[in-house]
């Protein structure tokens, strides 16, 4: 079992290089599954996740080579199995993008239900919806048999309107409507960077969607998708971790290879907190104060203040001047780490979805990572904290984060991954 020892109280200053982002990987290179050729996909992290979800194609057919690090080359055309086996769907949450990449190439698919991290019910009914409004015949047994079977004879392009905001079922349905007869027009759908992505990587290799990063998304069916080369944006979440870390560690950091528009809400907050955050073409430099002042925060679909910043917030908060209220409205239940936070000294009280954090010293001690984004926030605890904190579980960082303790080693911190 691998840990994260911390010690606290080091000013961290210099440059950050963003990787590709994680949450962009997991629906494209599943993506390429309806691909009638070879795709190179470039700037790809280098995370537990994309190694699950490659293997996956893998074992489905595809080919599947690294070219370096960061690229990987996909053939799907051998691509003739349907199912995904649970052993590895159950790792990572979005081998669900599956079910609409496999329906739309070879009109089967017969998907474990996701595994990943753990933050209340997590259904995917509006995904099923989308797939049935296409013509997709879904298996009602699902849930006892612990996987989703769904064919088609083939798909014809409908009108879908989504109950809830969701990512994933946006991009599931879009996935499924791409090689569909006729036209999708998908409604009340997610805006978040990484669907503009999808949408903007499957245009590439010859699909005709439109309006992606709007309410609504319209999806010309086309008959085959064509090779090609894409690189991957990088990663919104990412880059917010590194700028808390600024603000929470009086630090001064430059964080390089990000979209500065992708981080208006982060940005807009840190401000708030006291730190001077600077916009550049591809890169944003956030000065903390040495002191955080308290803000009130709701978590909201983009361009909302995203979910997987709040447990980095909610660590820094827990340092503040004052009292912060924190509301979460996008998941159920994403409060579990505070209980570690707790452990630290901070002074927190949960009530229903809203999270009210009167600011204290926190100190070392032992804490876990109960999920990947909460893992994050223990890392961002441990910086600011008196002393050494250990964080255990830490596979759930490595999920989604490269390479995070040596990207913070070089901005200064004293951390280090040891073997139990
Ligand atoms: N929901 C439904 N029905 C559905 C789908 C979603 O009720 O069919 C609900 C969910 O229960 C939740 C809300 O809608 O309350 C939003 O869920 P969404 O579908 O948008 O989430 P997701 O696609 O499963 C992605 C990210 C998450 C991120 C959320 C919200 C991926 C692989 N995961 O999940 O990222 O929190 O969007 O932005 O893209 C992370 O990176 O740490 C992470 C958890």
């Known amino acids: 079992m691998e840990k994260l020892v911390v010690k606290g109280g080091k000013r961290l200053c210099g440059e950050v290089t963003i990787s590709g982002a994680k ?11 309806l691909v009638d050729g070879t795709c190179i996909i ?11 979800i490659c293997s996956i194609l893998e074992e489905l057919g595809a080919k599947v080579e690294f070219l370096d690090k960061y690229t990987v080359k996909i053939d799907s055309s051998s691509v003739n199995k349907y199912t995904a086996p649970y052993e590895h769907v159950r790792k ?7 079910l609409g990449a496999l329906l739309g190439r070879i009109k089967k698919a017969d998907v474990a239900l996701p595994g990943g991290c753990n933050f209340g019910s997590r259904p995917i009914d509006q995904h099923l919806k989308g797939f049935k409004a296409l013509g997709a015949a879904i298996d009602d047994c699902a849930e006892e048999t612990g996987a989703i079977y769904a064919e088609t004879e083939g798909l014809i392009g409908t009108n879908v309107y989504l109950d809830v905001v969701s990512v994933g079922a946006t991009i599931n349905v879009m996935l499924a409507a791409t090689l569909a007869r006729g036209t999708t027009i998908i409604e009340n759908v997610a805006k978040e960077p990484h669907i503009v992505d999808v949408a903007n990587f499957l245009n590439a290799m010859g699909a005709n969607i439109k309006g992606a990063g709007t309410d609504v998304i319209k999806i010309h069916g086309v008959e085959k998708l064509h090779g090609g080369t894409y690189s991957i944006i990088p990663d919104q979440i990412e880059a917010g971790t590194f700028m808390v870390a600024a603000a929470a560690t009086g630090g001064d950091i430059l964080v390089k290879n990000v979209i500065p528009k992708h981080m208006d809400s982060v940005s807009a907050k840190l401000v708030e907190t006291g730190a001077k955050v600077l916009e550049f073409d591809d890169s944003i430099r956030v000065i903390g104060s040495g002191t955080i002042k308290p803000v009130n925060i709701k978590t909201l679909p983009y361009p909302g203040f995203p979910t997987d910043m709040q ?34 000294g901070a002074d927190i009280t949960i009530s229903g979805r809203r999270a009210i954090i009167r600011g204290t010293g926190l100190s070392g001690t032992q804490v876990r990572a109960t999920d990947l984004r909460g893992g994050a926030g223990m890392v961002i605890a441990g910086l600011m904290a008196k002393g050494e904190t250990v964080i255990t579980d830490i596979q759930y960082i490595d999920r989604g984060y ?16 040891i073997d139990d």
């Open 92 to 98: 990572m949450r979005a081998s669900y993008y599956l």
């Open 311 to 344: 447990p980095q917030f909610v660590s820094l908060l827990a340092a503040s001047s004052g009292t912060s209220t924190v509301t979460e409205s996008v998941w159920e239940s994403r409060f579990q780490y505070v209980d570690e936070l707790l452990r630290m």
């Open 42 to 52: 470039e700037n790809i992290p280098a995370i537990k996740d994309v190694t699950v």
């Open 23 to 33: 949450n962009a990987a997991v629906a494209i290179i599943p993506a390429a599954i």
């Open 402 to 417: 490269e390479n995070m303790e040596e990207k913070f080693r070089k901005l200064g911190a004293d951390i280090k991954r």
